[in-house]
């Protein structure tokens, strides 16, 4: 089965500060998609990235980066120069090949950034 | 606005009583999912619609849940006879490709 961990459950953080989110996961697949979303107060998932289980190419887009390795089943996202429009909670997300694309997700990290 | 929408934005009701909620998904988008968030939680997959077909249901789905999807477009999900225990957020997502879904912002649930 599988499982998304998110160990740290609330990061606090002052403004420009850079932070690192970990997410740990479980598949037995060989085939699968990682995500993370963004949840902000209003409520709405926001997605931010998506990558599949055979490209380990870390990304960047702006003050995003994550870092995907196999080898520890992590796929962290590291949030540099922190802007207090960054507070929210953020999942980390799992779809296997053949589980008709639903996502397993980990119990979100809050993160505040203060001014 | 080409998200995915949800209606209503919140609902309050009596134990006890049937809901029932709309989704309408961003057009073209095949695959629409229903997912249930409670505080502190992170989204629990509950059925999933591929077109017009149900596809899939989660062990969470009871059989006072029902979800339909008429068409392949909007979709319903009805609680029958509700419970305190369904209070949560209801979210609706659609994809087009594989995986990748769009959250509408959800329908807030209180059973009092």
């Known amino acids: 089965a599988q499982k998304v961990t998110q160990a740290q459950t609330e990061i606090s953080v002052v403004e420009k500060e850079d932070v690192t989110l970990d997410c740990v996961y479980e598949t037995r697949d060989t085939t699968y998609y990682l995500f993370w979303y963004k949840q902000p107060p209003s409520g709405e998932l926001v997605f931010l990235i998506r990558?599949?289980?055979?490209?380990?190419q870390n990304e960047i887009s702006g003050r995003y980066s994550w870092n995907f390795q196999k080898s520890t089943s992590s796929f962290n996202f590291t949030i540099t120069a922190s802007q207090v429009v960054d507070s929210a909670v953020y999942f980390c997300a799992l779809s296997e090949r053949g589980a008709n694309s639903k996502l397993t997700f980990g119990k979100g990290i809050t993160l505040s950034v203060r001014p | 606005d080409t998200g995915v929408s949800q209606n209503p934005r919140h609902k309050i009701t009596k134990r006890g009583q049937n809901v029932t909620f709309r989704c309408d998904p961003i057009s073209e988008h095949n695959r629409l999912y229903w997912y249930r968030q409670t505080l502190g939680q992170g989204p629990e997959f509950l059925t999933y619609f591929q077109n017009e077909a149900q596809l899939e249901k989660s062990r969470l789905l009871s059989d006072r849940f029902s979800a339909e999807r008429p068409k392949g477009s909007f979709s319903t999900l009805e609680i029958q006879r509700t419970e305190q225990g369904d209070s949560a957020m209801y979210l609706c997502a659609s994809s087009l490709v594989i995986a990748e879904a769009f959250f509408g912002q959800g329908t807030r649930l209180t059973v009092v």
């Open positions: 990558r599949n289980s055979f490209d380990e």
